[in-house]
């Protein structure tokens, strides 16, 4: 607790976040992750620009019927007053007012060269807008924040200005000054010594909200925090324009688990992961794999060295417990593994090999001598458990025998490029004979297979494949490469990925989709 209150976490996905690239949120969407960002424990959301943006001026409209923020506050953003009008007749700020948000951001010009040139007005009339609207809100209720847009810029231009700015908007009662790196140009020190200077200088309470352009936006806002910043904006996942935002869980995380701060409410950093995939799943914006705490990669160990020592100590090759972010270890099959890899992998699916150096050594020299073939087993735990079974057990496991398949593709008079499979297999003592049509070879073989199997084991029409990749290995040899394809299939309830490698892509497909169905069933009837 500090003198001016609890500390502020304060996302802008919604409205900053939302402004990368390729992201593009309907109304529902953005109800759906402020529930999300709640769940999380932030303390203000900031949902969009009410009179602006029809989209947002909906979504503040159905937020009052339709959100029941547990833990966060809505914050609502928008402009100061235009040059030369009252607040109060404002059609803007009147929009902000009628939003039926508690909180009002408002974004105002702190650096004198936009004042002149963007807004194109006085650095007298500039002061007299932020003056004028932060008290009107005031007046009408609402707790108002300001975000000092270019603020580090305007800082080295014209120092005495820019604070004046923050000074002005705190004495008619602005609650929280944000420092904005608009441009994301700055480095940590920088940030460090700015910071500093506004706090002992205006005595107002600053924020941070760093863009990531130089690399720094966490760095840059935990550097704003060390220097007496006790609020910080920031983006799930680190979304926003150009090259993004702050990411606020990393940010969070390193607050609450690196500098021992209480920013979120007890427990709920371990809700981080889950949120994090499931915001990614709203804005179809694939999750980083790579991301700091919660990256499916982020705790995932390949090197054997690494897994030697992990099998003494997880702590030995991990900066924390994965599972305080709600994330977990994973131990990656590869031909960088040693044995000490393959034990614990074994382990982790469920095989107690410590006892049977034979199988660990076998499985070991496998995985080395498949990956020089193509294979790769890092994302393919289906198919690397497959194997396991198969050293373990003495047999691979199998629910059908594959006599043989083909497949033809045929260009039709309409100009529709058709594909037909046939495939011919025993299951449960059956010989089946089955023709499946799709809109390429693998799809066409997908349906054959599963109609075939379909009729022994009927729990096969649960699976469906969800993810295909497809990865040319030598592509100095063109059409006659090896490829590899990487298959994900589900039940329903959890997924699996399957490898394949072959001469073409059909071969390449055909094994993964075997492996993909043989680990379905073996789930199923294990």
Not at 480 to 496: F, H, K, M
Request: glycine content about 10%; hydrophobic content about 40%; some cysteine.
């Amino acid at each position: 607790m500090d003198l001016h209150g609890s500390f502020h976490v304060y996302d802008t996905t919604l409205r900053d976040g939302a402004q990368q690239e390729g992201l593009n949120l309907s109304v529902a969407d953005k109800l759906s992750i402020a529930k999300q960002l709640d769940g999380l424990g932030v303390g203000y959301i900031e949902g969009g620009w009410p009179g602006a943006n029809p989209k947002d001026t909906e979504f503040f409209r159905r937020a009052r019927e339709e959100l029941d923020l547990r833990h966060a506050r809505l914050a609502a953003f928008g402009a100061t007053r235009r040059a030369g009008v009252r607040a109060a007749d404002d059609p803007l700020v009147a929009a902000l007012r009628d939003s039926g948000a508690g909180v009002v951001t408002l974004v105002a010009k702190s650096h004198d060269r936009h004042v002149e040139l963007a807004l194109r007005t006085t650095l007298e009339e500039n002061l007299a807008m932020v003056r004028d609207t932060v008290s009107h809100l005031r007046e009408e209720g609402q707790t108002v924040f300001l975000d000092a847009e270019h603020f580090f810029d305007g800082y080295r231009a014209n120092r005495a200005y820019a604070l004046e700015v923050l000074r002005t908007a705190a004495e008619a009662g602005a609650e929280v000054v944000a420092l904005c790196d608009t441009n994301g140009g700055m480095l940590p020190d920088w940030v460090s010594d700015v910071v500093l200077d506004v706090v002992e200088t205006t005595g107002a309470r600053v924020g941070i909200h760093a863009h990531n352009d130089s690399g720094c936006a966490v760095a840059n806002s935990l550097a704003a925090v060390a220097a007496g910043a006790t609020h910080v904006q920031g983006c799930i996942n680190g979304y926003g324009e150009r090259t993004g935002n702050a990411d606020l869980v990393t940010v969070v995380a390193n607050l609450e688990l690196k500098l021992d701060r209480s920013v979120l409410p007890q427990g709920l950093l371990r809700e981080a992961t889950r949120i994090a995939h499931a915001v990614a799943e709203v804005t179809n914006v694939p999750p980083a794999s790579r991301q700091p705490y919660v990256g499916t990669s982020a705790f995932a160990h390949k090197a054997g060295l690494h897994a030697s020592a992990i099998k003494v100590d997880p702590d030995l090759y991990q900066h924390l417990d994965p599972l305080v972010v709600g994330n977990d270890m994973r131990l990656l099959v590869s031909d960088m593994a040693g044995r000490a890899s393959i034990e614990l992998k074994g382990r982790e699916l469920g095989y107690d090999l410590s006892q049977d150096r034979d199988v660990v050594t076998r499985v070991t020299e496998r995985v080395k001598e498949l990956e020089q073939r193509g294979y790769t087993f890092e994302a393919a735990d289906a198919s690397f458990e497959l194997l396991l079974a198969e050293e373990v057990e003495g047999t691979r496991p199998s629910y059908f025998d594959v006599e043989s398949w083909r497949v033809i593709t045929e260009t039709r008079v309409q100009g529709e490029a058709v594909s037909e499979a046939t495939v011919k297999l025993r299951a449960e003592g059956v010989r089946y004979v089955v023709t499946g049509e799709g809109n390429g070879p693998v799809n066409a073989l997908d349906a054959a297979l599963r109609e075939a199997i379909g009729q022994a084991f009927p729990e096969v029409a649960k699976f469906e494949l969800i993810d295909y990749k497809v990865r040319i290995l030598d592509q100095g040899h063109g059409t006659d490469a090896i490829t590899r394809v990487l298959i994900e299939t589900t039940d329903g309830e959890s997924s699996w990925v399957t490898v394949g490698v072959g001469a073409n892509v059909i071969e390449a497909s055909w094994g993964a989709l075997v492996d993909g169905l043989t680990f379905g069933l073996r789930r199923h009837h294990r």
